[in-house]
């Protein structure tokens, strides 16, 4: 630790004497930063100063880039659709080991699976369990309509292994939590996460001969459940 | 020099050269789809520019603030002043926990420091995990783009490298060699005791480090492993959480078309309680190795704005001829021919400065605005003034000729009518080697002008 | 309207056409031009390659020079040379010189930016037949921001047919860079071909461009490939009355 203390304080010390050097220099025209305010938000003035934008315009915003960058959704309502849409989703794709989130939602979810499915808690689950797992289940805190992006938060749910491991996530998600830009969502994260994950579609690669691949390192599939308000 | 040879070795590589070609061309496309669906590029360019400026020049008090909301939230922050100590700490670090193999995801800065070599060391197995990298560690070579590591390399090449050193059968299909790459690297996530990984940006007001991917590995990287080492450039650190919106806006549309990538990971410190996922430790090492000095001037202090996007490569003349390895460094490229000298030293890469036509056009993409031309031409001054390049001798005695005749335009004319007269020309065989040589005019616009196109009689 | 000419050295000794071709445009739409023959060099090739102070003598030599010229404009058929005038503030510590530097800078104009944006002219009573393409040489393209002019001036030119580069394009560097082109022949005439590839793509005449140093080394390249298609200035096909 102490060598760290020396290194910091004569980084810190050259960066004072670089910064005083250049003080005395000029600064080379044709380049202006521009009159932007620092730390300004984006153009997007957040849902409640827009006001009129239409709830049902943000769902479809959202859906439709989900649609753009690969992930597929259903659109439920409660949580008997739910569970039937889920246990549609994972018989699709032949997913019969099964892990669900802490969320009390994912669990009545999960255990609500019929017989062919092996249903796994997160609780207990061992590495290679995990890793054996075809699908993870979890909710998702937010939403980005104008990237169709899921925001997780580790505060509030254990959701960071099973939405990255099992090759197949689906993530159920309220559609009043969709925001609209990626400024009003880094707004609405709690600073207590200390894991926030932003998941835009499956996982893919386009390294080898610039071919793109769906399915790498993370899920190859991901699919979203929209919870609709009950009216 | 080393970037001669280089540079025409891969001139001469049909393969590479087509390579080269189709990624920059369709990664110049993608990048120009996905300005149209910005909300204001040029203004989110300024006002990401102007954040990066704020921040360099208070970057001692913007590091110590990250550093003490990171600690706070229970990540450990290390100094390191050069790579031979950013190198021991991420070694001692690994020793400590006892760890035999290290994944790690896509970090420039690792590479800059050499830290694979180092952990091998010390009998420490480094596995690189990003697919690209990958290929490229197994090849045993070194990246060749900053987005796309393996793109000089064909398919057909990957498969028999994987053939060979992973015991699969040989298969023309992408999907199938992402696969065998997928399941090989499976098992090393699931076992090793640490993760390296780069960082894209740290904010200081929360002590949170981003990283952003379209693999996964990054995550795999970041949360199974017990302990995380992440490992930043100073110049990483931004001073609001906020501020990441538009650095999200410019850096996938930049590097690859995308508006945002398939990942981002905001991670603040530890978990509080033991039971829950990811790291129990996690470190954060700062990196100076030069680029403190860079802050000495305006015209240099920009380069520490670049936020590593490729968009410069993609635009660049030199770059789509010669590819990454010509360059010598782990920054190859535009930004690289400016990075490199400062970093590692002028004496080492006095000619990468002026590998460059100095056309521009990497000034336009940056989403930072970050005048590379500008850069290059304070560098190519600075090569001269310090003579850090070598046979400068019958240059320096060139230009100082060139000045005197040019201040003389009596002499300048006189000079240029002997020359015709005798048909002499200056030895430019590296001219008429591929190039018609455009002779001397019969008669010069002056003499013309002195003859009657002035209006007056001659 | 007064314009003083700077020719360059460059267009001066290989391609006085530029120069000839300029007079000739701006009289033809009423300006008296002069030209002060104690010009030579602007200091770009120095400056570029990094001699700092053999270029700041030139630019103090050049800036006298012009200071002296009493002409409402200092018109230049060189989109490089014109911007290297516009850097000449950078090259001094000095006050005194910077805003000397900036006075000259101020009235010093590209010959296209000149005639469609301070004269507001884009028909100068041109004639030439034939296929043409434009390249947009670097520095004034993106130094100065010349793309649109040039356009409007060619268009106008009776018998003309103006076609745009297939990619990579009229904004692709021709690769030449000054010093570059002969520091780094391989990659320089790597970069050219795929310019002079395009060019016999378009099937035209000839190409066009605002900067003799781009017309000498895309014309050198073409007729080393034994290709038909001419490399001529701007300035060449707008005094043209063919």
């Known amino acids: ?147 169709g992006t899921l925001v997780l938060e580790s505060a509030r749910e254990k959701n960071r292994l099973l939405s990255l491991v099992p090759p197949i996530h689906v993530a159920l998600l309220s559609t009043s939590c969709i925001c609209d830009s990626l400024g009003d969502a880094l707004a609405r994260v709690s600073r207590a996460s200390h894991a926030i994950t932003l998941i835009t579609g499956p996982s893919r690669t386009s390294d080898i001969e610039l071919t793109l691949v769906v399915g790498v390192h993370g899920p190859q599939a991901v699919h979203v459940l929209l919870l609709e308000e009950e009216p | 020099m080393t970037f001669d040879r280089h540079a025409r070795a891969a001139l001469a590589d049909g393969q590479l050269r087509g390579a080269l070609r189709q990624a920059t061309t369709l990664f110049g496309e993608r990048r120009q789809a996905a300005l149209a669906t910005a909300p204001d590029w040029e203004g989110a360019r300024d006002r990401a520019r102007a954040i990066k400026d704020e921040t360099l020049l208070h970057l001692d008090r ?298 521009g056009a990497c000034r336009d993409v940056c989403p930072v605005k970050i005048d590379i031309p500008a850069l290059l031409l304070h560098l190519r001054a600075e090569v001269v003034a310090t003579r850090a390049g070598k046979q400068r001798a019958l240059e320096r005695l060139a230009f100082a000729g060139y000045a005197a005749v040019m201040a003389r335009p009596r002499l300048f004319e006189w000079l240029v009518r002997a020359a015709r007269m005798l048909r002499v020309m200056p030895p430019l065989g590296a001219w008429t080697k591929w190039r018609d040589l455009r002779p001397l005019a019969p008669r010069s616009f002056r003499e013309q002008w002195r003859a009657g196109l002035s209006g007056k009689a001659p | 309207m007064r314009v003083s000419l700077f020719v360059t050295c460059l267009a001066d000794q290989l391609w006085p056409a530029a120069g000839v071709g300029a007079v000739e445009v701006l009289r033809r739409v009423g300006c008296a031009v002069e030209f002060d023959e104690r010009q030579t060099c602007c200091g770009q090739p120095a400056f570029n390659t990094g001699y700092r102070p053999e270029a700041c003598s030139l630019a103090r030599r050049l800036i006298e020079i012009f200071e002296s010229s009493g002409a409402d404009a200092i018109v230049s058929p060189s989109g490089s040379c014109t911007a290297m005038l516009h850097h000449y503030e950078q090259l001094f510590e000095d006050a005194g010189w910077r805003a000397r530097a900036r006075a000259v800078a101020q009235r010093t104009h590209e010959l296209s930016a000149f005639l469609v944006n301070r004269l507001g002219v884009e028909d100068v009573g041109a004639s030439f037949r034939g296929r043409l393409t434009w390249h947009d040489a670097c520095h004034g393209l993106r130094d100065l921001g010349i793309k649109d002019e040039p356009r409007r001036l060619l268009r106008h030119v009776r018998g003309a047919e103006l076609v745009e580069l297939p990619p990579p394009g009229a904004e692709t560097c021709c690769g030449f860079g000054g010093t570059f082109a002969v520091k780094y022949p391989e990659i320089s005439v790597a970069i050219l071909d795929e310019k002079v590839d395009a060019i016999e793509r378009a099937g035209v005449d000839a190409v066009v461009s605002g900067d003799a140093s781009c017309l000498m080394q895309i014309g050198g390249r073409l007729s080393r490939r034994g290709s038909s298609v001419r490399a001529l200035h701007l300035a060449e096909v707008l005094a043209s009355t063919l």
């Open chain 1, 1 to 147: 630790m102490r060598r760290s203390d020396e290194a910091r304080r004569e980084i810190l010390s050259a960066i004072r004497e670089n910064l005083t050097r250049s003080a005395r220099g000029r600064e080379p025209r044709g380049i202006a930063p521009g009159s932007a305010e620092l730390g300004k938000p984006t153009a997007d003035p957040g849902p409640a100063a827009r006001g009129s934008k239409e709830r049902g315009d943000v769902v479809s915003s959202f859906t439709e880039q989900l649609a753009a960058v690969g992930a597929q959704w259903t659109v439920v309502r409660g949580a008997t659709e739910a569970a039937h849409a889920l246990a549609g989703i994972l018989t699709a794709a032949g997913a019969r080991r099964v892990a669900g989130s802490d969320a009390p939602l994912v669990q009545r979810l999960v255990s609500g699976l019929g017989d062919g499915f092996v249903r796994e808690s997160l609780e207990g689950l061992s590495r290679d369990g995990l890793f054996a797992c075809d699908a993870g289940v979890t909710t998702a805190q937010w939403g980005i309509a104008e990237t």
């Open chain 2, 62 to 359: 913007y590091l110590d603030e990250f550093s003490a909301n990171a600690e706070r939230a229970g990540a450990r922050v290390h100094w390191a002043r050069d790579a031979a100590e950013a190198c021991e700490v991420i070694g001692r670090i690994a020793e400590q926990r006892g760890a035999r193999t290290v994944v790690k995801s896509k970090s420039m800065a690792s590479e800059e420091i050499h830290l694979n070599a180092a952990l091998t060391a010390r009998g420490i197995e480094p596995i690189e995990t990003d697919l690209g990298e990958y290929i490229v560690q197994l090849a045993g070579e070194t990246p060749s783009h900053i987005v796309v590591p393996a793109i000089h390399k064909t398919k057909r090449q990957i498969a028999a490298l994987f053939a060979a050193k992973l015991g699969i059968e040989l298969s023309d299909d992408v999907a199938t060699l992402t696969g065998a790459a997928r399941q090989a690297l499976r098992r090393r996530f699931a076992e090793a005791e640490l993760g390296v990984s780069g960082v894209n940006f740290a904010v200081a007001e929360t002590g949170t480090i981003l990283i952003l991917e379209n693999e996964g590995n990054a995550r795999l990287t970041t949360s199974l492993p017990r302990t995380h080492v992440a490992l930043m450039g100073i110049e990483k650190v931004i001073p609001r959480f906020a501020d990441l919106e538009v650095f999200l806006q410019l850096l996938p549309r930049s590097g690859t078309g995308q508006a945002l990538t398939a990942y981002q990971s905001l991670l603040t410190g530890v978990k509080q309680r033991p039971e829950d996922e990811g790291p129990a430790e996690l470190h954060i090492v700062l990196l100076d190795n030069g680029r403190s000095r860079m802050l000495a001037a305006p015209v240099t202090r920009q380069s520490l704005a670049c936020i590593r996007c490729g968009a410069c490569l993609n635009a660049c003349p030199v770059y789509r001829q010669i590819g990454g390895h010509a360059y010598g460094s782990v920054y190859p490229g535009p930004i690289g021919a400016v990075l490199t000298p400062q970093l590692f030293g002028l004496g080492r890469s006095p000619e990468l400065p002026y590998a460059s036509s100095l056309c």
